[in-house]
């Protein structure tokens, strides 16, 4: 009898698991491959809430700016110091756009998930959210930093950024390689982690007590989320730095 109560349990339990499906998406078919639906809608919204703020602050622009005009120079101005303190006053200028261009998208997608009720949207299937609270999104962006440093190297010193792998000892190489795999798995998994935890805390407080406790949660996730698009875009200017520098540059520009 107990042979067959752990048998028929059994039976009930693979059958039970072979139906559980985890994460469901919403996907575009074009030919052979699949595109993550949900995250291209909330991403070109967030782009285009992005266009439509540019083209608002430059579309009459005044010598004393007021309005939207106000807060894109300011921000502007924030994004040059950012840029200037990471990556040094001579050569900060060409990457304004890249590192402005990440901060904002992380900032607007962040804040678009602490305030836009993403989740009643229906979709055939899946659900929507922020663009930064999938990891596709975050990997993404993690990678074209790689590219940025790979490339701000590569443009300065040619060849000659590969040495850095073998100085001061060849030894180190396999670290050196580690380390340049490592850069973008952490700005991936800092950003998706947080925004990911910061949704699921919301959530969950709302289903518990629905009106007061979320609330200063929810600002306190407005904090948290800026804070996370500073820090990816500080990182990315600092591994810029560094691939524009490499080991001693600072020391042969004093001579």
Known sequence: MEMLNSSVLNTFNYKFLASLEVGHHFYWQLGNLKLHGQ???TSWFVIGILVIASLAAT???QKIPTGIQNFMEYALEFIRDLAKNQIGE?????WVPFIGTLFLFIFVSNWSGALIPWKLIRLPEGE???PTNDINTTVALALLTSLAYFYAGFSKKGLRYFTKYIEPTPILLPIAILEDFTKPLSLSFRLFGNILA??????VLVLLVPLFVPLPVMALGL???AIQALVFATLAAAYIHEALEGHGGEEHEAH
């Open 59 to 61: 579309r009459n622009i």
């Open 198 to 203: 910061d949704e699921l805390v919301v959530a």
């Open 128 to 130: 929507l959210a922020a």
């Open 223 to 225: 904090f948290t989320s």
């Open 39 to 41: 995250v291209f809608l």
């Open 90 to 94: 001579k050569e900060y200028r060409p």
